[in-house]
């Protein structure tokens, strides 16, 4: 895990990029391939980071990205990576890929999962998976982005998180390493944020009161950011990611939003 100094260091690069105005390459479109906590959430037991990065009017959220960006958010609730591809919602995520890259667009494609994968089988099952996602996704002309799982918002007594996510998010690290993909640490980032802004205001991003995986709309809203400012600093002047200065420097600095 980054130590404090070094996140912070990334988040305010990842301000000054996009406070800079910096132009991006090529046309692009976002794919977004995951489980519940990527997933539109409206409904209880749902509700994750997609609608705070592609934006929503039906839950108000204000995207991360310039107006007109495609962003399809393919993933489901409850999904691992084997039931996302068995029950054929994989097979949707590549049918938007195709489509995007069609028009000639640039299409980077995020993959996160681990909530459930974790109920049922070893990480190196999720990372067996994943990699061949990975693999059908260039196939076609996507670019893969492997994303670590969103932190839950449990805590240990002494405010520290109680992580069980952990061998999963290191599973998707292997997976990126080893494919040559483009890897934001989600899990890491989120937890230092959940942490450094302690148990109270941690809880107050949940879907529901007692539901410590899932966000309501300001949740989204924060963990969108963050999302969009780690890919924003993986692929520095290249994406069409607006600025939200007061929000990417709180997340930076451990501060509460809401």
Known sequence: MLSSSKWALLYLSALVGIAQGSPYASPTSFVLVGDSTTANGTTPNSGGWGNGFCGSTLTGNIASLVEGTPCVN???????????VADGFFAIS?????????????????????????????PES???????????IRAIGGEPVIVTSLTRRSFNA???????LGPWAD??????????????????????????????????????????????VNGTTVFGRMLADLINASFPSQLPVIPNPTLTSNIARGIASF
């Open 74 to 84: 393919t993933a489901h609730n409850g999904a691992t990576t084997g039931s996302f």
């Open 94 to 122: 590549l049918a938007a890929i195709k489509g995007e890259v069609a028009k000639g667009r640039r299409t980077l494609v995020t993959i996160q999962f681990g909530h459930n994968d974790m109920k049922i089988a070893p």
């Open 126 to 136: 999720m990372g067996t998976n994943m990699t061949a996602m990975v693999k059908q």
């Open 158 to 164: 002494n405010g520290t998180v109680a992580d069980q």
């Open 171 to 216: 599973e998707a690290i292997l997976i990126a390493q080893q494919q040559g993909a483009h890897l934001l640490d989600l899990h890491a980032a989120s937890i230092k944020y959940v942490e450094a802004i302690g148990p109270d205001a941690a809880h107050r991003l949940n879907r529901l009161p007692d539901d410590n995986t899932h966000l309501n």
